[in-house]
Each structure stands twice: as structure tokens, then as C-alpha cells.
């Protein structure tokens, strides 16, 4: 890479099929590619199923490439997501922590149902299956987008803000992995663990500060600062606390799909100065 690593047009979270997305691997590929994304990852929710497919369209449209996945976990009574870059996809118990994560999802989402029939939704369960593209991974926003087929919202931020989400009607806490489990899982398998968009936990000073300790004590070492989950405010805040964490920084549109997503593939801003971009970590571990 002829440039300053900096300013590589990496896109290290997004989300296909497989999870909450709604795009296929190689469509995916085919979107960072004609975006001028020039390093990728595909990190789905708890899931591993398109990593062949999307590093074998990556190959083949010359696409630099790092495994990935989102882990959902559970830390403080809030629900956490930890990014897992450029570790061994064949890894038997990273697959194995992410196949028991995935596990609660079902039970979850009849709950959900339910809850939701209390609010006076009907057949939401079903509903959201019809959007379904893993049968393991059925999540909110598949929720979310029935809620908006069925007329109860104009979009997923609605359905997010009056439904799904902490003290709304159809709302189910749920304990998903733990910190250390994830964060071992992801490094042992010999890839690196990121805190996903920090900014958006409503998490206090102190919360957040347990939350980096324990992350860098289990191993964790970056975050990711330039989200399409951050504001601009938000890219200075986490670049500062890089820094004074001394972890590696991430960047990544979390695209989701063309309709709802509002930061397309490779849209973002570079990482701001002075920070060790996690690919220049990872650059033995890029296909
Ligand atoms: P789940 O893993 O089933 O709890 O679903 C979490 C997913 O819901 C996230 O990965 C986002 O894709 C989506 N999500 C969470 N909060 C919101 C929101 N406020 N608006 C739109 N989508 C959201
Ligand atoms: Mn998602
Ligand atoms: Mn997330
Ligand atoms: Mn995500």
C-alpha cells in the first residue's frame, strides 16, 4: 500500500444475510469494491456461515480481505458488541461460543412475540421469519422490519424507538456472552478483539472505564473509532480515549442494507492522526 496506512479505505464491520442484513456476501463485495473500499471484513452478528463467501468474492474482485464477526455480550445489564477481526475462521471454539450465543436467540424472539401480542402486535414471530435469511439469527430488526411491513411504523428508528428497545413493550432483557468469553474466543483463534461503537452504550463514565479495564485485561485491543454509529464529535472522543488506552483504532460503516443503512460501504471519514489502525495489527492475518 503505497499511501499512509491511515488513510487505507478499510471498512471492518457490515452486515449480510446471514444476520441482520440484508445483502448476500458477493453483493456485499461487489458494494465495498465499486465504493473504493480497499480492505474488508464481513462481521455478522454471532455468526461465521458467510466468511467462505465473502472472502472468496473478496479474492475475486482483488479485494484485501480479514475474517470477521460481532458478538453480542452482555456487560453491566447492557448489551455490548464485541467486533472479532483477522482470527481463524475454522477455529473450532470460537465457532462453538458462537453457536451458544446464537442459541438464545430463538427462545428470545417468542418472548418477543408474545410481548409484543400484550401491545396488541398479532403474529409478529411469524412475521418476522419472513425476513429471516438464518433461521439461528433471528433479531430485532428482523422484528423491526415486520413492524414497518405490517403499517405499526414508518421505519426500523421508529420501530427501535416506540417498541424494541429498554422499557418499551416489546422488549426482552437477555444475557448473551460474557466480556471474557467473547474476548478469549476472538484471541484465541488468533484474531483481534474491538470494542464495537463505543459511543453508543448509554453507559456512564465510570461504566465505560470498568468496561475498557476488563476488555484490556481479557486480552481486548482496540476500539472502533470511526463508526457510522459515531458522530463526528464522537470520532475525537474515542480517538482521545485510543489513545489513553493505548488500544488500536477500527473503522467500519456498519452497513446493514441499501433501505435502511444511512452510511454506505467505505463512506466514513479517515482515522484521525496518530492513531495505530488495527490493520497495520493485523496485516499477517489479511486474505
Ligand atoms: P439484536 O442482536 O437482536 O438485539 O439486534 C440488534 C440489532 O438491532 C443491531 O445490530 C442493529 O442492527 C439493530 N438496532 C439496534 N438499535 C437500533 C436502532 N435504534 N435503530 C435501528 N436499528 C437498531
Ligand atoms: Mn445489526
Ligand atoms: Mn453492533
Ligand atoms: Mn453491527
Known sequence: MGKALRTVNADLHCHSAFSDGTLEPETLAA????????????????????????RDAAAALGLPYLTGTEISVSFAGTTVHVVGLGFDAEDGDLAAGLAATRGGREPRAREMSEALAKAGIRGAYEGALKFVGNPELISRTHFARFLVEAGHCRDTSEVFRKFLTEGKPGYVPHRWATLKDAVQWITAA??????????????????????????????????????????????????????????????????????????????????????????????????
Open 190 to 287: 488468533k484474531g483481534m478483539a474491538v470494542i464495537a461503537h463505543p459511543g453508543r452504550y448509554k453507559f456512564t463514565a465510570n461504566e465505560e472505564y470498568a468496561l475498557f479495564v476488563e476488555f484490556k485485561a481479557h486480552g481486548g485491543q482496540a476500539i472502533e473509532v470511526v463508526t457510522g454509529s459515531h458522530t463526528p464529535a464522537e470520532y475525537v472522543e474515542y480517538a482521545d480515549k485510543a489513545l489513553e488506552f493505548d488500544f488500536a483504532a477500527s473503522r467500519g460503516s456498519d452497513f446493514h442494507s441499501p433501505d435502511e443503512s444511512h452510511c454506505d460501504l467505505g463512506q466514513l471519514p479517515p482515522l484521525p492522526g496518530k492513531l495505530t489502525p488495527v490493520w497495520e495489527l493485523l496485516a499477517h492475518r489479511i486474505q
Open 31 to 54: 458494494r465495498a469494491k465499486a465504493n473504493g473500499v480497499e480492505l474488508w471484513s464481513l462481521t455478522d452478528h454471532d455468526e461465521l456461515a458467510g466468511q467462505r463467501r465473502a
